[in-house]
C-alpha cells in the first residue's frame, strides 16, 4: 500500500497548493509525522492512521463556508477512486468527521483508536511553537486583534457560537489551545502535550509581561 500512500501525498499536496499557512500540506505532514510516532506505542491498523492524518484536513470547513460534508466527500471520492476497500473507506471518513475540536463541547459520535491517534497527532499540531505561531497566522488571516483585555474568553460556547467567533487571537489560548492537554487519548499524546504545553504557558506570561511593559 506504499504507493497508494505516495498518492494520497501527492493529492493532498495538489489540493492545498493554495491553502492559508495553518492549515497548508505542512501542518498535513506535521500530523501525519506525530501520526506515525504515537502509532508505534498503539495496536492500531496503520493504513487507517495514514490515511485518516494525510485527509483530515482536506477540505477544513472554516474555508468553505462552515460546510463540513465537504472534507468526507472529496476523501470518499478519491479513496474509492484509489480501490481502498470500503470498510477502510468508512474508518477514514470517520475520523474526518469526528476528529475536530468544534468548541470543546462536541460529543463524538465514533470511536476508534486510529481516531485516538489522528485526533492527538492533530491537537499536537496546535500545542506548543507550531501552535503558537498557526495561532496568530490564522488571526492575522482574519485580520483579528492580537489582544483586547476588555474581550474576556469565552470558555462555554456553542459548536456554532465557536466556528462564527472573531475574537482576539490570545483569546483562542484559553478557548482551545490551554484545553487540549487534558483532553489527548493516549500516552505519547499526553506526554507530548504536557511539554508543548508548558511552553505556550511561558509564552502566555511573557506576552502579558511586555503588554504591561513589565519586561
Not at 483530515?56 to 472529496?74: M, N, Q, R, Y
Not at 474509492?80 to 463524538?108: A, D, M
Not at 497566522?137 to 460556547?157: E, S, V
Request: proline share 2%; hydrophobic share 40%.
Amino acid at each position: 500500500m506504499s504507493n497508494l500512500i505516495e498518492r494520497t501525498k501527492a493529492f493532498v499536496k495538489q489540493q492545498l497548493k493554495d491553502a492559508e499557512g495553518g492549515h497548508d500540506w505542512f501542518h498535513i505532514e506535521r500530523v501525519y509525522n506525530n501520526a506515525l510516532l504515537i502509532a508505534k506505542g498503539e495496536e492500531c491498523n496503520l493504513l487507517i492512521v495514514e490515511l485518516g492524518a494525510l485527509l483530515h484536513d482536506i477540505a477544513d470547513s472554516k474555508f468553505h463556508d462552515g460546510d463540513e460534508t465537504v472534507g468526507p466527500a472529496l476523501a470518499w471520492r478519491f479513496m474509492e477512486n484509489e480501490n481502498v476497500p470500503e470498510e477502510v473507506i468508512l474508518q477514514v471518513v470517520n475520523i474526518i468527521e469526528n476528529i475536530s475540536f468544534k468548541g470543546g463541547n462536541f460529543e463524538k459520535k465514533f470511536h476508534s483508536k486510529e481516531l485516538d491517534i489522528v485526533q492527538d497527532a492533530d491537537r499536537l499540531d496546535a500545542l506548543g511553537a507550531i501552535g503558537i505561531a498557526r495561532t496568530f497566522n490564522y488571526g492575522g488571516f482574519k485580520n483579528r486583534a492580537l489582544y483586547d483585555p476588555q474581550i474576556k474568553p469565552n470558555l462555554a460556547m456553542t459548536k456554532e457560537e465557536y466556528k462564527a467567533s472573531t475574537a482576539p487571537t490570545i483569546n483562542h489560548f484559553y478557548e482551545k489551545l490551554l484545553l487540549l492537554k487534558d483532553r489527548m487519548n493516549t500516552q505519547t499524546g499526553k506526554h507530548l502535550a504536557e511539554q508543548r504545553h508548558r511552553y505556550m504557558e511561558d509564552f502566555l506570561s511573557q506576552f502579558y509581561a511586555e503588554w504591561n511593559g513589565e519586561k
